[in-house]
């Protein structure tokens, strides 16, 4: 048996050395984000995607093997532990395999084979498949026992028949022949369930749908789950949609596996009730229920994929800085909240005003924010997405113009405010603004959100944020787990100033903990700012271990040790003493002067503690400190006079920023408070496979109107501008919905493989050929993705 970092070397392509090595550190209480900055010698450079592979697969195969101690203690207890048994459970690779084999020997509720078997009936089953030319009738009379309920010779061959289909069943190598089998050939199918049309009218396109259960992507099996929860899909599992023989193909493989050539004597019509009820009975119940739990979660997998590259792209959108910036909270009715936060996000002046219906103070509005971007020296306007912000919006327009003269350079963006609502009616957000109306602190949280997204968008949970697709359908803690790893990440990334992070986002540095975050903020408050990293050891609670892990990531700008401003560990700080001693310069003018740091020799300072790797990566930063990974900032410029969906125009050219990527497309927010979908076909000239490889969360993009569905709120975009609305909607026409829903055609397989047919290869063909975007807009996920984003 491989140990288990062999296991892992092996999945994630490294050598074992660096497996030991990152366990041994994380067995040890190192976090991720350390390891992978301050521990590439040990762990011979793996990222950070890499460590939490690792991590997940270690308790995975930790809780498998704990698993196998109780199964060979089971069964040794038993007294059924045979040499091959062990051998096999010992070098079973998966729990599947591990309760496959321990299936014939775990305990279970009596069944009609073992009340057979307490009858004295299991010697007639031997009997029989030693002797298949015997009168199964006479020989049956032999058993009957009128005490235990087995008074007719019927009643002895159905106990026969039920102890053998439990036999066959639990054979896992039997078992694993079948799951392979069905893993190349079967189907899933949808249909509606009857009286269900008008209530699941959303579902349409999986009411008569058949796909290949290893093809499913998971937006897609995600939908028909949701539709069999809702009572509107019955799903089922198809083993044989090519096979036109008799009975099913894994009877087939059934006889086979147990060297059963069945002719027409009494033994063998009985052996083919005993083959067809242990597939029908036994394994095909088995086998469906196994793989719809595959398929839910290998979708389950995918999308918690999604929605972290999507938050991870979302939470690494380059911010706009410390300017003075003003929040604007758009409403109709209730009026449109109004927040200015300074240069640290401090809130300095708030109020709301009331431009549109039903009271149209549309001058006075103007004269009211024109007053505050004077008197705070505003530099940015950052516009809520929600409901009336093209109003809104147009408003800005108006007094950016009004101000030209005194604020030249004052710009307007368009904002995401989802989770803003979540942020305000949190506990944080009462303990920093007790006496601040809840309306007043979403326009807050708005306007630090362009200041710096991250920093802001660590006070909301990840799942707030509105990235994902099915985020409510998929295991909500494989969820919270993924997305907290992925913050963690961004964090420790680019870095935290100790004296402005809030609590909430000095929670999410590696080696800190929410109550360790709050004493941090409780020293600031009660001492003033911290002037170098030493300090932080004074904080209560806050030990050696802490330290270690979170030092290199909190940086105190202005501090004592200018070091204490990079990201330069301080265990490594006699290590850059001794660079600028060798230089004869002092460590400040080392720092930032670039030809100098070149000319370093990094291999005469390698030691046992210090390699290339991290040598390398301090010369680096050095040379920038403290850099922001996070790129330039950017913004989108909405189309004026396009505000809502009866503004689209057929053709219309329109700049948006991509809100959401899935594995079917993505979606961009053009200004007109729905989000349209750019499908996956749309995106490029060239073939694409995942989306994500062309645009990511926060990319401003340029984007064709392709189809408009004003009823359904659907857009229909395309980023290839030589596109046409005429010849892509003809495209649409005809419905790839239906080749997709479309059933293989039978076809009699040839000796075990079961080749294809032409006649499906054809429907094969066909079912899986790109469907057109607003084909796609159609699909159940689409309805349940605007329902999220509203």
Known sequence: MLSIANVIAIELQVRQQQVDAAIALLDDGATVPFVARYRKEATGGLDDTQLRQLDARLTYLRDMNDRRQVILSSIEAQGKLSVQLKQALLSADSKTRLEDLYLPYKPKR?????????????????????????????????????????????????????????????????????RSQLTQHAMLESTMVKGKE???????????????????????ALAML??????????SLNADPQYQGEGSYCEVIIAEHFHLKLTDTTVDKWLKQVVHGTWRIKIAL?????????????????????????????????????????????????????????????????????????????????????????????????IGNGTGSRET??????????????????????????????????????????????????????????????????KIEPKSIGVGQYQHDVSQSQLSQALDGVVEDCVNRVGVDVNMASAPLLAQVAGLSKTLAKNIVTYRDQNGRFTERKQLLKVTRLGPKAYEQAAGFLRIPNATNPLDASAVHPEAYQLVKSIAATKQVAIEQLIGDTQLLTSVDAQSFVTEAFGLPTISDILSELDKPGRDPRGEFKTATFKDG????????????????????????????????QDGLVHISALTDSFVSDPHTVVKAGDVVKVK?????VDRKRVGLSM????????????????????????????????????????????????????????????AFADAFAKLKK
């Open 110 to 178: 009596r069944t009609k084979g073992q009340i057979a078997i307490e009858a004295g009936i299991e010697p007639l089953v031997d009997f029989l498949l030693a002797n298949r030319q015997c009168d199964i009738d006479t020989q049956s009379t032999r058993y009957l026992n009128v005490e235990a309920g087995f008074a007719d010779i019927q009643a002895v061959k159905d106990g026969a028949r039920f102890i053998l289909m439990e036999r066959f069943a639990e054979d896992a190598e039997l078992i694993a022949k079948i």
């Open 198 to 220: 008008k209530e699941g009218a959303k579902f349409r396109d999986y009411f008569q749908h058949c796909e290949a259960v290893t093809k499913v992507p998971s937006h897609r």
């Open 226 to 235: 949701r539709g069999r929860n809702e009572g509107v899909l019955s799903l």
């Open 286 to 382: 088995q086998m469906e229920t196994e793989f719809l739990a595959r398929i839910r979660q290998q979708a389950e997998v995918e999308a918690i994929n999604v929605f972290a590259r999507n938050l991870n792209d979302v939470l690494m959108a380059p911010p706009a800085g410390a300017k003075v910036t003003m929040g604007l909270d758009p409403g109709i009715r209730t009026g449109v909240k109004v927040a200015i936060v300074d240069t640290t996000g401090k809130l300095v002046a708030h109020t709301t005003i009331f431009p549109h219906a039903p009271q149209n103070l549309w001058d006075k509005s103007l004269r009211t924010l024109s007053n505050l971007i004077n008197m705070h020296k505003v530099d940015l306007i950052a």
């Open 393 to 458: 919006d147009k408003l800005a327009g108006e007094l950016i113009a009004m101000v030209k003269e005194a604020q030249p350079l004052l710009t307007k963006v368009m904002v995401s405010e989802a989770g803003a609502s979540v942020y305000s009616a949190s506990e944080f957000a009462a303990n920093e603004f007790p006496d601040l109306d809840v309306s007043i602190r979403g326009a807050v949280s708005i306007a630090r959100r362009l200041q710096d997204p991250l920093a802001e968008l660590v």
């Open 642 to 673: 396009v505000e809502s969906l009866k503004d689209l125009q057929l053709d219309m050219v329109l700049e948006g920023v991509v809100t959401n990527v899935t594995n079917f497309g993505a979606f961009v927010d053009v200004g007109v408070h």
């Open 705 to 709: 109107v392709m189809d408009v569905d």
């Open 720 to 779: 290839r501008l030589t596109d046409n609305a005429k010849d892509f909607n003809q495209a649409g026409k005809g419905g790839a919905n239906k080749n997709a829903s479309a059933k293989p055609h039978n076809g009699k397989p040839a000796a075990k493989g079961q080749p294809k047919t032409a006649q499906h290869k054809s429907a094969q063909h066909k079912s899986q050929k790109k469907a057109p975007a607003n084909a796609a807009m159609g699909n």
